[in-house]
């Protein structure tokens, strides 16, 4: 187990290095479950390129929220996530808190760092990343019962969702960067 935290000034992106190096040497899988889900084009990056390698990307956004822009904004990356072939869950029980990651089974983090730029960039934000495969399976487990409490997203379905709420989205994509 290893702590990873965005405390001081030359520290600010660990949290993000350490994702993005997990996701780059993914072989079988990347789930995800995170509240906040807006990532840097970096992240956004590894994440189609891995979906593209034939490696299975998950994730479980949050549904409902307390920040409405930041659902537009989310939202406003489905489309580009799905046509990479990336399965989106939504949850909707209740608000989504949660900010995991597991890659292969293998590498785990577990933290309050949300896959934003603000999380990255300004917050101060710990996780704790713990490499290993009893532990990966574990989290593997959590992420396979939280997958069946959530709403698929299809893409066909998705593409047909009304203009004004596209234009939406694209408007609050705008804002990607501080949020």
């Known amino acids: 187990a290893r702590f990873v935290g965005n405390f001081a000034r030359r520290q600010r992106a660990e949290i993000r290095r350490d994702y993005l190096a997990a996701i780059l040497g993914a072989q079988k899988t990347v789930r995800v479950t995170n509240a906040y889900f807006a990532p840097d084009r970096g992240i956004l990056r590894a994440l189609l390129r891995a979906s593209r390698n034939g490696v299975t990307v998950e994730l479980i956004l949050a549904g409902l929220t307390d920040v409405k822009p930041m659902l537009m904004v989310t939202h406003g990356l489905y489309g580009l996530l799905l046509k990479n072939g990336v399965k989106i869950y939504e949850w909707h029980e209740r608000i989504l808190h949660a900010k995991t990651a597991v890659v292969d089974g293998i590498w785990s983090s577990i933290g309050s760092a949300n896959l934003n730029q603000r999380s990255f960039r300004f917050d101060l934000e710990a996780n704790v990343t713990i490499v290993s495969a009893r532990f990966g399976e574990q989290m593997d487990e959590m992420f396979e019962v939280d ?11 998705w593409k047909k969702r009304p203009r004004w709420m596209r234009m939406l989205e694209w408007f609050f994509g705008l804002f990607r960067r501080i949020v």
Do not use: N
Request: charged residues 45%.
């Open 147 to 157: 997958r069946g409490k959530c709403r698929a997203i299809d893409p066909v379905e």
